[in-house]
């Protein structure tokens, strides 16, 4: 019983160590500092969607559209406020998993977990069907604005 009280109380001591700000929902810079994702809860998960691109513009001065995409209803649509990840649920410890995130440069979708790290970061990890171990990390940071949007 004491040990389940120790236990419980550090739990509660690591969770509070974060700023308040630990929270996923917000604008986070990718780890190849070309687009900005915001993240906002959608009905009982949290989804994302592109909000800036570095280069926004195709070199016939368009807008930049989805072209890797294989599913045909969707392939074309612009990648500024396209859905980048989604249906993501927080679980106990503090991690949000059982959704997706979308790779616009390979016209992939993955299965995803993400968390927010003690320095305030949002590791991001794509994989591939259930295996967790077969896929790619990203360590997203946060950012104040859009820096302009799309």
């Known amino acids: 019983m004491r040990i389940t009280t120790l236990c419980l109380a550090a739990l509660a001591t690591a969770a509070t ?10 604008k986070w810079l990718t780890e190849k500092k070309n687009a ?16 800036w691109l570095e ?6 001065g368009k807008p930049r559209l989805d072209v890797n995409n294989s599913d ?20 106990a410890e503090g991690e949000w998993s059982g959704g997706f995130i979308y790779d616009a440069e390979s016209g992939d979708e993955y299965k995803s977990k993400m968390r927010v790290t003690e320095e305030n970061n949002l590791y991001v990890r794509g994989y591939v069907a259930l295996l967790p171990l077969i896929g790619r990390s990203e360590i997203w940071t946060r950012v104040a604005d859009n820096r302009g949007g799309c």
């Open 17 to 26: 160590a974060l700023p308040a700000s630990a929270d996923v929902f917000g």
């Open 36 to 51: 900005i994702v915001e993240i906002a809860p959608c009905a009982a998960s949290a989804c994302g969607y592109v909000v």
């Open 55 to 60: 280069s926004p513009l195709n070199t016939d």
């Open 72 to 91: 045909s209803a969707i392939a074309g649509r612009p990648i500024c406020g396209m859905p980048m990840i989604g249906n993501f649920v927080k679980n």
